[in-house]
């Protein structure tokens, strides 16, 4: 897949008219650039799943042609309730399904086209899967969410006016026919060689010109308000520059998105972002649990391990951004065992590791601290509770926090949150420990965003100091907290 959306998106979303989160205990002084309640609310889940499932499962293909027969496609023991119950129990809170890739074939009886499930032997030509898989997603608790590839091999009016019109109809369809969707996901491979009805020609586009993404943007919040749209633009979450499942160390939730152009934009640049950035994107780490995005049988013995899955969550949630995997289902309609085996141990290794916070019961105190009201307390950063923080005073760019732990306690991993309502500050610090009669630095890090998660050698000590080194504006931390990682996790 390659990604990438034009610059339509630029704006803050505080700018457009978006309503910004407002906090529980509010900042004085929150920076210009905000993150939405909708982008606060994406954030927070973390963990989401992608199904890649499609005419390529049956073909052997990644990106088929356009020209395949729809009679191809026929999942015998389609189980879609299996999908999203194995996505659950992974911890995903939304899923979202291929309901058409660039070969045009869709998964719903769509009216603008014979190329879709309508032409298959599935169910006689009466079957549906994308009600199939937004009424499971229901059932089971999980959002769903759609992919709709913006380019079509299979369609003759592909690179004119026309299809445009065309690619609008089949986005209402998505989007008035399945209650609520939460993600609309645009992929940025557009034209090339293809069937194009026949023709079996190459078709160029002019990427900044050819598609109104501003108009199918309107079509999306219209007809599903609570959606969310995702490009290497946004306007509400982004690609990360690759597809290897990772944030890079340093990673902001605010950008400049006007120079970015579909299928050229900077990947080291959005795997980075800017703290200077006029627009605030949620940043999605987008990998699959194989080597392909599609099924294939020569790779079921190549399934990422449950330690890979793992390093991944603390490369990608770790770093601020949303793990986004995909499990692609077999021809059969089924996830295949194997997936499933390491899914389960992955979250049983996650929840082991951060099941008990080891610094819960300390007490913060602010070294140094200047004047500010008494409800920005260093006690809150151990709360447990998101919605409280910890504020230095209006005019302070750096601050110390000293925590006294409930006796000695042997950790491994770190983790650190900001209150992002208020917006993205630290831009670097230091975590030490108070061993040996003096301080040791024991982590270093840039950006904490809203969760970072440091893994260190184990360090015994009843004493730490978070040494908050440089910041756009008065530093803020909602959350810290330390825990012990499971034998069954990969090394540093």
Not at 156 to 175: D, M, S, V
Not at 430 to 455: C, P
């Amino acid at each position: 897949m390659r990604i990438g959306v034009i610059s339509f998106f630029a704006a803050p979303l505080a700018l457009l008219g978006v309503s910004v989160f407002s906090t529980r205990i509010g900042s004085s002084h929150p920076n210009n650039v905000l993150p939405s309640k909708k982008q606060v609310e994406y954030q927070r889940m973390e963990l989401i799943g992608f199904f890649h499932f499609n005419m390529n499962t049956f073909t052997g293909k990644e990106w088929g042609y356009g020209d395949e027969d729809p009679k191809l496609f026929n999942p015998k023991q389609l189980d879609i309730e299996q999908w999203v119950r194995v996505a659950k129990e992974a911890g995903m809170k939304e899923l979202i399904l291929t309901a058409k890739h660039h070969d045009g074939f869709c998964l719903w009886p769509s009216a603008y086209t014979e190329n879709s499930i309508k032409s298959s032997p599935y169910k006689n030509g009466k079957g549906d899967i994308v009600r199939e898989f937004s009424d499971a997603c229901r059932k089971f608790g999980v959002k769903p969410g759609l992919y709709l590839s913006p380019w079509d091999r299979n369609n003759g009016t592909y690179g004119t006016p026309a299809y445009i019109e065309f690619y609008k109809n089949q986005l209402r369809e998505l989007l008035t026919h399945y209650g609520e969707i939460y993600e609309v996901w645009l992929d940025g491979a557009n034209g090339g060689d293809g069937f194009y009805g026949g023709a079996r020609e190459t078709r160029t586009i002019d990427r900044r010109t050819y598609y109104p993404w501003k108009e199918f943007a309107d079509i999306v919040y219209r007809l599903q308000p609570k959606a969310s749209i995702f490009s290497d633009a946004g306007p509400d979450v982004r690609w990360i520059g690759n597809e290897k499942g990772f944030a890079g160390e340093t990673f902001w939730s605010t950008i400049n998105t006007d120079s970015l152009v579909i299928g050229e934009s900077d990947q080291r640049y959005l795997n980075t972002g800017e703290p200077g950035g006029r627009a605030w994107l949620v940043g999605v780490c987008d990998v699959s649990i194989r080597p392909g995005w599609f099924y294939h049988e020569n790779e079921d013995t190549l399934v990422k391990a449950p330690q890979e899955l793992v390093d991944l969550y603390y490369k990608s949630v770790g770093r601020n951004a949303v793990l986004l995997l995909n499990i692609p289902p077999g021809p059969d309609g089924r996830i295949h065992e194997n997936d499933i085996r390491s899914l389960k141990e992955f979250r049983s290794i996650l929840d082991e590791t951060f099941g008990k916070n080891l610094a819960e019961s300390g007490k913060a105190a602010e070294l140094n601290p200047r004047s500010r009201p008494p409800r920005y307390s260093p006690d809150y950063i151990l709360d447990r509770d998101n919605g409280t923080y910890w504020e230095a005073g209006a005019d302070q760019r750096s601050a110390e926090l000293e925590i006294a732990l409930n006796g000695v306690k042997e950790f491994d991993r770190i983790m650190l949150q900001e209150p992002v309502r208020i917006g993205q500050r630290i831009s670097r610090f230091d975590i030490q420990a108070f061993r040996n009669n003096g301080w040791e630095s024991i982590a270093r890090g840039t950006t904490v965003g809203y969760k970072r998660i440091l893994r260190t050698s184990s360090v015994r000590t009843d004493k730490l100091r978070i040494l908050i080194k440089e910041a756009n504006d008065s530093p803020a931390i909602s959350t810290f907290a330390l825990f012990k990682a499971s034998r069954r996790e990969p090394g540093m």
